[in-house]
């Protein structure tokens, strides 16, 4: 089945398979010595066992010995991850916002309005695809194994913007701050929206860090807020990919979004910033491989994660190298027009881009 884009030049496809959450990077890397899960797993997966013992051998990520420990901002991160698990939701926040729906008003757009209140800087909505969903749990050991089942049609996504300034230090512990309070905020947001959601009598489930049934970038290309990059992760309009992902799963009857292009997909073809300036080589530098049967994008993901354990920080050099990351401003935004619709000036962009940015990712 195809999906095609609002412009009718580019066509996404589904996958022909779920992914088993187990088989994430974050999952591997909980699994712990000696308990039942991790046994299931290696038994399972022999073939990953010596090389995920090793990543898991390597310090903590903010650990103290990290190359980019910072006693500020990695400790200030830390905090702030922590708190994602302690999130309260105010009910009068709720029921200040239960107020705005009226029959009037779509509710979609009621929706949209307080996501973007709550600090959202786009949203969208769209059903909810089978092959998106996790096919089992794995991030914790209390639920290792069990089978995902998410019955709701439809959902909600939405993107928080990391702050420019603080991504342009990457890898320093200044964009692991920066991403522990993006992540947060996003926790934040979806918890408010399925509160709110559950209050006017519908189901819903907030997906945010380490509570994720879904695989977010899909969902978000599906939802119209951007297209899949060869740093193997969303690009949206005006932001890049300088946007952590939330999103909220429900029955609640929504109005659905298209998928769009921002033309990034033809612009990677020729950029290839985020493979070269990659570290650890993660990123596709030629073409698209088969992933469960579509042709995508691809990480090396123990090399990309084996790497944060040395840096002690999330690096976030590919998201903060893109040219599509660039400032939210009226400059790169005609930029950005140019790159959508006239294609063929994408190589002079690329050489100025150079030019000014530097080909080489340099460490502000
Ligand atoms: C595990 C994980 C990692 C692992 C493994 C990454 C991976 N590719 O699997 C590691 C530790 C390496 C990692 C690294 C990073 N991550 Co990460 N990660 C996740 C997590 C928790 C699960 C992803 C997953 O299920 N992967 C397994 C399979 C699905 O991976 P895959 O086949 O390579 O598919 C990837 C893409 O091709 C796309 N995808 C999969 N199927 C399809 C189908 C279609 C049609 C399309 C268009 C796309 C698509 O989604 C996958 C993730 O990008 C998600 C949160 C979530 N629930 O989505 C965040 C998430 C993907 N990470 C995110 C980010 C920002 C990063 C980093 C930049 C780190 C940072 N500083 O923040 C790097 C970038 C690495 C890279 N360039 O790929 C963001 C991406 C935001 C965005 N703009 O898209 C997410 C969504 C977290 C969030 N809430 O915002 N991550
Ligand atoms: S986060 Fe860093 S190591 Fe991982 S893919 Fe991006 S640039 Fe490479
Ligand atoms: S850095 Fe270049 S190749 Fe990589 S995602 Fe951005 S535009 Fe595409």
Redesign the pocket.
Known sequence: MK?ILKNKTER????NQQ?D?R?????RMVRKLKTKPYDHYYSTNPSLKKKDDHIRNLPPLLHPTGKYYDSDCSERAKQLFDSIESIFIDNKIVDKYVKLFTNDISTTKVLKKIAIELGSVAVGCTYLEE??I?SHKGRFDYNYGNKIILNHQNVIVF?VE?DHTRMQS??KAS??FE?AK??YE?ALISKTLEAIILKLGYEAIA????H?D?????????AGL???GR??????DKYG??????AVTTNLPLEYDNPISVGADRFCDLCKK?AIN?PTK??SINGKSS??G?E????N?EN??SL?RKYG????I??AVCPFSHRNNWFHNLIRKVVKFLPIFNKILLFFDDLLYGKKWRIK
């Open positions: 999906l996404i496809s589904l996958p992914v959450e088989d994430t990077m974050f999952a092959k998106f996790y993107l990391m990457a890898p964009t692991i991403s993006q992540y996003a997906h945010y860090d380490a994720y879904l695989i977010l970038p899909p969902v978000a290309v599906q951007g297209e899949l740093n193997n992760i969303l690009i949206a990919s300088r946007v952590p992902i939330g985020c990659c993660a990123l992933v469960r579509i995508k994008w691809t990480t993901v990309c994660y944060w920080t999330d690096c976030g590919c998201m």
